[in-house]
Every structure is written in structure tokens, then in C-alpha cells.
Nanobody, 115 residues
Framework: QVQLVESGGGLVQPGGSLRLSCAASGSIVSANAMGWYRQAPGKERERVAM???????NYADSVKGRFTISRDNAKNMVYLQMNSLKSEDTAVYYC?????????WGQGTQVTVSS
């Protein structure tokens, strides 16, 4: 069982940056993939970024060139660097880690982009 805890959310002005962190309670070295999802009010949860075990990344079109996903296996951490934030990025952001037989989710962290 792995618990995930997100942090780093908050209120930021349009054009600003935030770095989200996801701390795993156990090792993520063997994870097949990890990702960040978001859910805005009244909308379905959508995948924002994915990082596979071989290092390949995949981003939603809406965040390409602005967001970067990364991991630190030694610290059991997953990060999402978000730059040039827009009001439409406002959502609760969730961390996700996929192992061969299990998938884990964090509780989410709120990101609000507003002036």
C-alpha cells in the first residue's frame, strides 16, 4: 500500500508559476508510470501529464510547453512544474502512481489562478 500526499497548490496570478509535489509513502522505483490529473468544478477529471518508467512523457495539449513532470526516485517524489498559468488551469490536481497490480491516488491539492 502506497499513500500519496500532494502539496504546493495555492492561489497564483495569471502568468505565474507553481510547483506541485507528490510524496509517496513507499518506493516508486518499480512504478510503471506516474502522472498528474486535474478536475475543475463541473468537469470530468482529465490527465495533465504522464511519465512512464522508461522516461517518456505525455502532456495534455492544453499544457504542452508550460508544464513539466519529473520524479525523484531517491526521495519517492513526483513533481509538476507549472509555468505561464492561466485561469483555465484552476482545478484540484491529483497525483497518480501506477504499479503492475495497483494504482494509487492522492487526495488532491487546489490550484487557483486568478488576479
Amino acid at each position: 500500500q502506497v499513500q500519496l500526499v500532494e502539496s504546493g497548490g495555492g492561489l497564483v496570478q495569471p502568468g505565474g508559476s507553481l510547483r506541485l509535489s507528490c510524496a509517496a509513502s513507499g518506493s516508486i522505483v518499480s512504478a510503471n508510470a506516474m502522472g498528474w490529473y486535474r478536475q475543475a468544478p463541473g468537469k470530468e477529471r482529465e490527465r495533465v501529464a504522464m511519465l512512464s518508467s522508461d522516461g517518456r512523457t505525455n502532456y495534455a495539449d492544453s499544457v504542452k510547453g508550460r508544464f513539466t513532470i519529473s520524479r525523484d526516485n531517491a526521495k519517492n517524489m513526483v513533481y509538476l512544474q507549472m509555468n505561464s498559468l492561466k485561469s483555465e488551469d484552476t482545478a484540484v490536481y491529483y497525483c497518480n502512481v501506477i504499479f503492475l497490480l495497483s494504482t494509487y491516488w492522492g487526495q488532491g491539492t487546489q490550484v487557483t489562478v486568478s488576479s
